[in-house]
């Protein structure tokens, strides 16, 4: 198993920016692929971005691309998202998880869950 520990989120007002973590702890982190999703009320949980177990593959959901990147230091067993540019319907609470599988963009397909933070752009 993988514990994870989101951080980094809070109020931010348009078009800035904000970096959020998630620490892993237990088994060894290079296991999993990794991703970021986000659920804001009254809408399901959505794909961000996912990253593999090396780091070399990335995904990316159309919403966010050129504005967000997804990377990981195995080194440190952290994974990270740099949100850029941001919008208020980028508004959500945002979750770590990881996967055994390949890169997956779906959220039935992660196995281990972080508990969220949120993350608030005003405009």
């Known amino acids: 198993q993988v514990q994870l520990v989101e951080s980094g989120g809070g109020l931010v007002q348009a078009g800035g920016s904000l970096r959020l973590s998630c620490a892993a702890s237990g088994r060894a982190f290079t296991s999993y692929a990794l991703g970021w999703f986000r659920q804001s009320p009254g809408k399901e949980r959505e794909i961000v971005g996912a990253?593999?177990?090396?780091?070399?593959?990335?995904y990316y959901a159309d919403s966010v691309k050129g504005r967000f990147t997804i990377s990981r230091d195995n080194a440190k067993n952290t994974l990270y998202l740099q949100m850029n540019s941001l919008k208020p319907e980028d508004t959500a609470v945002y979750y770590c998880?990881?996967?055994?599988?390949?890169?997956?963009?779906?959220?039935?397909?992660?196995?281990?869950w972080g508990q969220g933070t949120q993350v608030t752009v005003s405009s």
């Open positions: 990253v593999s177990r090396t780091g070399g593959g990335t």
């Open positions: 998880a990881a996967t055994t599988l390949y890169i997956s963009p779906t959220a039935e397909k992660y196995d281990y």
